[in-house]
C-alpha cells in the first residue's frame, strides 16, 4: 500500500498520472474554492471558525471524488 501511495505521488510530480493534468490542476481548484467560500459563508452566518472549518473539510472531502469522477488516468 506504501509502495502504491509514493509511486501515485512520483508519477503525479512528473506529470504522468493523469491524461490531462490542466484539468485535473483545474477541478482541484474548483474544490478548492468551493470548499474557502463554503467557510467563509459559515464564518459570515455567526459559526466560530472552530466549527465551520470541520464542516467545509468535509463538504470539500465529499465534492472531490465527485469532480473527479470523470477524469482519465494513464
Known sequence: MWEMGLSSIGLFLRGKLFA??????????????ATAALFVA???????????????AFAGGVLQPRLYKNLKYR
Open 20 to 33: 490531462s493534468l490542466p484539468r485535473a490542476v483545474g477541478l482541484a481548484g474548483v474544490g478548492l474554492l
Open 42 to 56: 459559515l464564518v459570515r452566518l455567526g459559526l466560530p471558525m472552530l466549527a465551520a472549518t470541520p464542516i467545509a
